[in-house]
């Protein structure tokens, strides 16, 4: 057997071993050679016996060899998926990471499960017209001699205010006659008329219903508009920051939000999760525990950055809180500072379901800061609804938004004659 012969054997004889078995094939080589080097006399005796040896030592080691190369198939699937990961990871390292782009978000790219009405203001207060309405007619239906005393009763259970239903029932006593103090479509006349002069009184005339929620925004004449917004924890401040932000997004401002509430670490982190759904900026700097300063900085960026709103969270205090309250009126004077006419609109956030608190919360508030406006949150599902009559009386603070859902677009703005046709 030739040279080129015994070459080829042996690198046959190593294709066909697994990597554990290098060392027997190379033994084998060996011994190969060194059998083909021999006398031609006692070749064929040796290469039966080397034969043999050869295929004992294949039927001890084919079921590892097989054991193997079944492991090895049967990882390749992880080890691909390792490999493309290594792949990714190193493309990431090499590659720059692209700036992110964010895109206006509007109501209508929100998605609508099938079967999913609409919110309205009217289903919204159904239980409040049930509380209110519902309640009169069942005091004339009772035949009482004076339905006018129960009507009152409704009224103050109404969450309306004290101040309020007194001004109601002079209204009532000076405007009606004896007869008509006994007829219910007299008395719902009346009271419609009166409820509608108290909120024309707060937030103007019936044109002002049509006005969308943008147009409810004061916008200053230059430079960047600062809307700063005011509640107790639990009002819903966070997600209607969230709502607003993205609801203006949609309008195509440049909306930047600052995370003025420093005291709970938890708040910054539910803001950062609205506006990342509402694709907008949020200023919220490491390290400074200052709200003030936050707010103050916030203004500075907006203006630097040509952006359109800046929308500063505040922290939920209560309003019997002096200092915290006291705190409140430092940051708005510092934001003044940087643009002397912001803040140019301090809303409070309002629970609706808190009833004659929310007007005490309103009242404190106003007095500190002196609100241009009141957004009413969760009024779908409450009977207490009648707050809003309270708070344009007594206050005669704008009621610009109401909050009926948990959706983008379940902020309505406020209409005076739809809220009246609503309950009662």
């Excluded at 039966?48 to 004992?56: E, R, W």
């Excluded at 049967?74 to 390792?82: H, K, L, Y």
Aim: net charge neutral; aromatic share 6%; with cysteine.
């Amino acid at each position: 057997m030739t040279s080129d012969k015994r070459h080829v054997y042996a690198f046959y004889f190593c294709l066909e071993t697994d990597a554990f078995c290098v060392y027997i094939s190379a033994g084998l080589t060996v011994l190969f050679s060194g059998v083909f080097m021999m006398p031609e006399a006692h070749q064929d005796a040796i290469q039966i016996l080397v034969f043999c040896v050869a295929l004992i030592i294949l039927a001890i080691f084919t079921p590892f060899v097989l054991k193997a190369l079944k492991k090895n198939k049967t990882s390749t699937p992880a080890d691909q998926i390792a490999a493309r990961e290594s792949d990714k990871l190193t493309e990431s390292i090499q590659t720059p990471p692209r700036e992110k782009v964010l895109q206006p978000v509007t109501t209508s790219s929100e998605a609508v499960l099938s079967g999913d009405e609409a919110a309205t203001v009217e289903k919204a207060l159904l239980k409040t017209r049930e509380n209110f309405w519902g309640r009169i007619k069942n005091a004339f239906s009772s035949n009482a001699v004076k339905p006018l005393d129960d009507v009152e009763e409704v009224l103050y259970t109404a969450d309306i205010g004290s101040t309020t239903v007194q001004s109601l029932m002079s209204h009532l006593d000076e405007t009606l006659s004896s007869s008509d103090k006994k007829d219910l479509d007299t008395v719902k006349k009346t009271l419609r008329e009166k409820i509608l002069s108290i909120l024309h009184a707060s937030n103007g005339s019936v044109e002002h219903d049509h006005l969308a929620i943008p147009q409810r925004i004061k916008w200053a004449a230059e430079g960047p508009t600062v809307l700063m917004i005011v509640g107790v924890n639990g009002a819903g401040k966070t997600t209607t920051i969230g709502k607003l932000s993205a609801l203006m997004a949609g309008q195509g401002k440049r909306v930047l939000v600052a995370a003025g509430d420093t005291f709970r670490a938890a708040a910054q982190n539910q803001l950062k999760v609205w506006t990342d759904r509402a694709q907008v900026e949020i200023f919220s700097p490491e390290g400074v525990t200052d709200p003030s300063a936050v707010a103050f900085d916030a203004v500075a960026k907006a203006k630097a950055q040509n952006y359109d709103l800046v929308i500063v969270d505040t922290a939920g205090r209560l309003h019997t809180q002096v200092n915290l309250m006291e705190e409140l009126k430092k940051v708005k004077r510092v934001m003044a500072k940087n643009s002397p006419e912001a803040p140019h609109n301090v809303w409070i956030v309002l629970d609706a379901n808190s009833g004659q608190n929310a007007l005490i919360q309103a009242r404190e508030f106003h007095q500190a800061l002196n609100l241009t406006g009141v957004i009413l949150t969760k009024m779908d599902g409450t009977a207490k609804g009648g707050v809003v009559i309270g708070i344009s009386n007594e206050l005669k603070i704008p009621i610009k938004i109401l909050g009926i859902g948990e959706r983008i677009h379940d902020l309505k703005p406020f209409s005076q004659q739809e809220y009246v046709d609503s309950i009662i």
